[in-house]
């Protein structure tokens, strides 16, 4: 169906679909929706704040990865949508100005000047964009198109170099493909689920409610390992908690390997048979010994025998994770020695075993697939391959030489490059990155040498959005169709089916019109998202990720539907699980094993700075709360930051449960209420990602975050830092000068406000 005939129909027209299905355009599990139309028989309007109406979500039934689950923040995402939008361009020339309302088309004016003026003094690279997870797959596909193609630059980034790209790094590293082969019925057949650094009860709630409801039903069927230096919720359903200190997973995993093998758990087989580089990997592992990672982790030896026993190539283990392992600055190595026990006892490309890497957007998988990352290309393919540059110039219609064979700017390198002064226009789009950067001090000043800031965002007040010369309307999930890639790399066909607010347009649209504006009509001429997806499955054929099958007609037709999908699947014929065959993506088809070192943490805890913050998630707020912080429910749920420390570094430092304190780095200072608990490792405190700068309550968590990276993936280590924490003892912001503070903040954005 056109995406225009949804767009026809206003929120409570009578004859309004009663409902529409799609993906929860929150977190990476991707469950199906249902959303009911704010009109029901029987039944009175449902309205938001303002009394605009809203549609309400329930469990799709029939959404084959989540079977009708849903978690707090998908039921309540109708509550959303329309409080406190952006309705139309806003342009400044300098951030002191206040924003004045503009039209589309001088907006896109603004944009193309600057583009010309930038290729014809410094060239392509002075232009970067850095977009986002939550992204429909034919927005990130034509913004590859525009920055790659187009204008010649690979300084294309998202914030999932932030979340995923260790877990790309290593898959490829490994396998010799990004891509998880695992599927969510995995956790249905494992005998162990081994969850490391991932929370999954607060972050990806209905895998683990999936696991949970297996447990209490049969709880001898499986064995439950969380491996986590807080005692999260995750882990105190667990059979076995390790509590390692922080940043020490890869000592454990070659201790783990270490013991199999003394144990004689390995499988020759499959080592033999389908991997390289094991004699290096034995050597690297046969100095992890017990009482040296024991001793490394901080935890006792018993516990890690047990662990390491429930390894094995007689059983079924699954394992799953998230940031706790990706945001390292070792994080590719800790993927590699994850996936190395796998390979080890042979437990991958089966029922109920694997390495499962828990994706953190709901399309960062899809961005994945379209090449939004600065060293990709569309269809799980490289921006240094010639043969990989060729294919899709072709496909583009542009001339040979089109696409730059070097990677472009990471996210953090982009930042960077705004401090020396080599941007000249920063395109931030659905991400904010003034919360969720690290070294938020220095992301702030760096943007502030950049001269064109444009910013697409659906919300009027984001913290980022403070920092722009040119804020865009972004019509967001609902407003505009697209597909989406969960974790299990399934594909759900999101439908427009509300209005886009005010004059706010889909992402893709934008880029395109841009592209249509620089010259390339024919390259960016489309009528549709269903277009911009066809061209984008075509890319992908005969690639690891193909889904050339797939349309967004036989998606809505069929049902969601897991990759691969090549020309001619039949939607019920597909294999549930990559690598079945055990023949890997790398060239000799065999998996290698990777031999790091562990390192440790970027920046070890001192006598100045003695203990390492972490900072993570809360189960009712995501990411910078531009959505949930509109939800009364979700707001009561968690309605202020908190540092969570353990009772003997309290009694140390003089911190009372509930009082103020300050906690400092070396890049910054905040405050925020403790919390003692014992739920937390000594040594470590915790606090939450989510209350920027714009938010009552702020809590700029990462104005104390280093910008230390892995070297291969470059993700930053978002999980450490060193940290003092000190009793508050007068208050540091007396009440009215908040107020005050805020309300300049507000008028900044006046205009756009309803
Ligand atoms: N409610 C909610 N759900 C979300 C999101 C959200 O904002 N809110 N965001 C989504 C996104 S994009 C992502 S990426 C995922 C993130 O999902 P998760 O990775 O599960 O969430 P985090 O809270 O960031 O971190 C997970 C855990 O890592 C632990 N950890 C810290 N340091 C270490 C370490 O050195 N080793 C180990 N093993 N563990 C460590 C922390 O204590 C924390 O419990 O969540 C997704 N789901
Ligand atoms: N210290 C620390 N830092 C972290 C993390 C951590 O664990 N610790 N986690 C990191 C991770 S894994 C992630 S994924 C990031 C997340 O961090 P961000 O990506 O910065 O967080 P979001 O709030 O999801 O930002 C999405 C923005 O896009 C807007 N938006 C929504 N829909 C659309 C749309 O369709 N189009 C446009 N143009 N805009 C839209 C939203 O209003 C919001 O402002 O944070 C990272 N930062
Ligand atoms: S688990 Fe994730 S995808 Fe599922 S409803 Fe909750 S936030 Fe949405
Ligand atoms: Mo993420």
Same mark, same amino acid.
């Given at each position: 169906?056109?995406?225009?005939?949804?767009?026809?129909?206003?929120?409570?027209?009578?004859?309004?679909?009663?409902?529409?299905?799609?993906?929860?355009?929150?977190?990476?599990?991707?469950?199906?929706?249902?959303?009911? #139309?704010?009109?029901?028989?029987?039944?009175?309007?449902?309205?938001?704040?303002?009394?605009?109406?809203?549609?309400?979500?329930?469990?799709?039934?029939?959404?084959? +990865?989540?079977?009708?689950?849903?978690?707090?923040?998908?039921?309540?995402?109708?509550?959303?949508? +329309?409080?406190?939008?952006?309705?139309?361009?806003?342009?400044?020339?300098?951030?002191?100005?206040?924003?004045?309302?503009?039209?589309?088309?001088?907006?896109?004016?603004?944009?193309?000047?600057?583009?010309?003026?930038?290729?014809?003094?410094?060239? !392509?690279?002075?232009?970067?964009?850095? *977009?986002?997870?939550?992204?429909?797959? /034919?927005?990130?596909?034509? #913004?590859?198109?525009?920055?790659?193609?187009?204008?010649?630059?690979?300084?294309?980034?998202?914030?999932?170099?932030?979340?995923?790209?260790?877990?790309?790094?290593?898959?490829?590293? +490994?396998?010799?493909?990004?891509? !998880?082969?695992?599927?969510?019925?995995?956790?249905?057949?494992?005998?162990?689920?081994?969850?490391?650094?991932?929370?999954?009860?607060?972050?990806?709630?209905?895998?683990?409610?999936?696991?949970?409801?297996?447990?209490?039903?049969? !709880?001898?069927? $499986?064995?439950?390992?969380?491996?986590?230096?807080?005692?999260?919720?995750?882990?105190?359903?667990?059979?076995?908690?390790?509590?390692?200190?922080?940043?020490?997973?890869?000592?454990?995993?070659?201790?783990?390997?270490?013991?199999?093998?003394?144990?004689?758990?390995?499988?020759?087989?499959?080592?033999?048979?389908?991997?390289?580089?094991?004699?290096?990997?034995?050597?690297?592992?046969?100095?992890?010994?017990?009482?040296?990672?024991?001793?490394?982790?901080?935890?006792?030896?018993?516990?890690?025998?047990?662990?390491?026993?429930?390894?094995?190539?007689?059983?079924?283990?699954?394992?799953?994770?998230?940031?706790?392992?990706?945001?390292?600055?070792?994080?590719?190595?800790?993927?590699? *020695?994850?996936?190395?026990?796998?390979?080890?006892?042979?437990?991958?490309?089966?029922?109920?075993?694997?390495?499962?890497?828990? =994706?953190?957007?709901?399309?960062?998988?899809?961005?994945?697939?379209?090449?939004?990352?600065?060293?990709?290309?569309?269809?799980?393919?490289? $921006? =240094?391959?010639?043969?990989?540059?060729?294919?899709?110039?072709?496909?583009?219609?542009?001339?040979?030489?089109?696409?730059?064979?070097?990677?472009?700017?990471?996210?953090?390198?982009?930042?960077?490059?705004?401090?020396?002064?080599?941007?000249?226009?920063?395109?931030?789009?659905?991400?904010?990155?003034?919360?969720?950067?690290?070294?938020?001090?220095?992301?702030?000043?760096?943007?502030?040498?950049?001269?064109?800031?444009?910013?697409?965002?659906?919300?009027?007040?984001?913290?980022?959005?403070?920092?722009?010369?040119?804020?865009?309307? #972004? #019509?967001?999930?609902?407003?505009?169709?697209?597909?989406?890639?969960?974790?299990?790399?399934?594909?759900?066909?999101?439908?427009?089916?509300?209005?886009?607010?005010?004059?706010?347009?889909?992402?893709?649209?934008?880029?395109? /019109?841009?592209?249509?504006?620089?010259?390339?009509?024919?390259?960016?001429?489309?009528?549709?998202?269903?277009?911009?997806?066809?061209?984008?499955?075509?890319?992908?054929?005969?690639?690891?990720?193909?889904?050339?099958?797939?349309?967004?007609?036989?998606?809505?037709?069929?049902?969601?539907?897991?990759?691969?999908?090549?020309?001619?699947?039949?939607?019920?014929?597909?294999?549930?699980?990559?690598?079945?065959?055990?023949?890997?993506?790398?060239?000799?088809?065999?998996?290698?094993?990777?031999?790091?070192?562990?390192?440790?943490?970027?920046?070890?805890?001192?006598?100045?700075?003695?203990?390492?913050?972490?900072?993570?998630?809360?189960?009712?707020?995501?990411?910078?709360?531009?959505?949930?912080?509109?939800?009364?429910?979700?707001? &009561?749920? @968690?309605?202020?930051?908190?540092?969570?420390? @353990?009772?003997?570094?309290?009694?140390?430092?003089?911190?009372?449960?509930?009082?103020?304190?300050?906690?400092?780095?070396?890049?910054?200072?905040?405050?925020?209420?403790?919390?003692?608990?014992?739920?937390?490792?000594?040594?470590?405190?915790?606090?939450?990602?989510?209350?920027?700068?714009?938010?009552?309550?702020?809590?700029?968590?990462?104005?104390?975050?280093?910008?230390?990276?892995?070297?291969? +993936?470059?993700?930053?280590?978002?999980?450490?830092?060193?940290?003092?924490?000190?009793?508050?003892?007068?208050?540091?912001?007396?009440?009215?000068?908040?107020?005050? &503070?805020?309300?300049?903040?507000?008028?900044?954005?006046?205009?756009?406000?309803?």
């Amino acid at each position: 169906m056109a995406p225009g005939f949804f767009y026809f129909l206003f929120d409570v027209m009578p004859d309004s679909p009663r409902s529409v299905h799609s993906q929860c355009p929150y977190c990476g599990v991707g469950c199906g929706l249902e959303l009911l #139309a704010p009109a029901q028989p029987g039944h009175p309007v449902r309205r938001d704040a303002q009394g605009t109406p809203i549609w309400t979500a329930r469990g799709d039934r029939q959404h084959p +990865s989540s079977l009708g689950q849903v978690c707090i923040k998908g039921a309540t995402v109708g509550e959303t949508l +329309s409080l406190g939008r952006l309705n139309q361009p806003l342009f400044r020339t300098s951030i002191q100005e206040d924003f004045t309302s503009i039209d589309w088309d001088e907006a896109l004016n603004h944009i193309t000047q600057q583009i010309q003026t930038s290729l014809s003094t410094k060239g !392509p690279n002075a232009i970067a964009m850095y *977009g986002s997870g939550q992204f429909h797959t /034919e927005d990130y596909y034509l #913004a590859q198109k525009l920055l790659k193609g187009a204008l010649g630059t690979n300084n294309f980034d998202a914030n999932s170099r932030l979340c995923m790209s260790s877990a790309v790094a290593g898959y490829s590293r +490994s396998l010799g493909s990004d891509g !998880p082969p695992c599927c969510y019925e995995d956790l249905d057949h494992c005998s162990v689920a081994f969850l490391i650094g991932t929370n999954t009860a607060e972050c990806h709630p209905v895998l683990f409610q999936r696991l949970m409801k297996r447990k209490r039903r049969n !709880p001898d069927s $499986v064995t439950v390992v969380v491996v986590d230096p807080r005692r999260t919720d995750t882990a105190k359903a667990a059979d076995i908690h390790l509590p390692i200190a922080a940043g020490t997973d890869l000592a454990l995993l070659h201790g783990i390997a270490h013991l199999i093998l003394r144990e004689n758990g390995q499988d020759p087989r499959f080592i033999d048979d389908h991997t390289d580089n094991y004699d290096a990997f034995f050597d690297v592992v046969a100095r992890w010994t017990p009482r040296r990672v024991a001793r490394f982790c901080g935890i006792p030896e018993k516990r890690l025998r047990d662990v390491a026993h429930l390894w094995h190539r007689r059983e079924n283990v699954l394992s799953l994770w998230s940031m706790g392992v990706n945001q390292r600055r070792e994080g590719t190595a800790v993927v590699g *020695g994850l996936i190395n026990l796998h390979l080890l006892s042979g437990q991958i490309g089966k029922e109920g075993a694997g390495p499962f890497s828990l =994706t953190g957007q709901p399309n960062a998988m899809g961005g994945r697939e379209a090449g939004g990352l600065s060293h990709l290309l569309p269809g799980y393919r490289l $921006v =240094t391959n010639d043969q990989h540059r060729q294919e899709v110039e072709q496909a583009w219609g542009m001339p040979q030489g089109s696409i730059a064979s070097t990677p472009g700017l990471s996210a953090w390198q982009q930042v960077e490059a705004m401090e020396k002064g080599e941007l000249d226009l920063w395109w931030v789009a659905a991400t904010n990155p003034l919360v969720s950067m690290p070294d938020l001090d220095r992301v702030k000043a760096a943007m502030q040498r950049c001269p064109l800031v444009v910013v697409s965002e659906a919300y009027a007040t984001s913290e980022t959005s403070h920092y722009a010369h040119l804020v865009l309307p #972004a #019509a967001q999930w609902s407003e505009k169709a697209g597909a989406m890639t969960n974790s299990e790399r399934r594909v759900t066909y999101c439908p427009a089916y509300r209005r886009p607010h005010g004059q706010s347009r889909a992402d893709w649209e934008v880029f395109a /019109e841009v592209g249509k504006r620089l010259g390339f009509e024919n390259q960016f001429n489309y009528s549709s998202a269903e277009e911009v997806y066809q061209e984008f499955t075509q890319l992908t054929r005969g690639r690891l990720c193909d889904v050339s099958g797939l349309s967004h007609r036989l998606l809505e037709r069929e049902g969601p539907q897991q990759w691969p999908f090549p020309q001619g699947c039949e939607p019920t014929s597909k294999a549930k699980r990559l690598y079945v065959d055990h023949h890997f993506s790398t060239t000799n088809g065999r998996a290698r094993f990777c031999t790091e070192q562990p390192l440790g943490l970027a920046e070890p805890p001192c006598d100045l700075y003695p203990l390492v913050l972490t900072v993570g998630r809360y189960l009712g707020q995501w990411h910078t709360m531009t959505r949930t912080a509109k939800v009364d429910r979700l707001n &009561k749920m @968690h309605p202020e930051p908190l540092l969570e420390i @353990h009772p003997d570094d309290a009694h140390d430092l003089g911190v009372i449960n509930g009082q103020l304190t300050a906690i400092n780095s070396r890049r910054g200072h905040l405050t925020a209420r403790a919390k003692v608990t014992d739920r937390i490792r000594k040594g470590l405190v915790f606090l939450p990602m989510h209350w920027g700068f714009t938010q009552e309550q702020a809590c700029e968590a990462n104005t104390l975050m280093h910008d230390k990276a892995c070297p291969i +993936s470059k993700q930053p280590e978002l999980k450490a830092c060193a940290v003092i924490v000190a009793p508050v003892v007068s208050v540091l912001k007396p009440p009215e000068q908040t107020g005050r &503070k805020r309300q300049a903040l507000k008028r900044l954005l006046n205009p756009a406000l309803r």
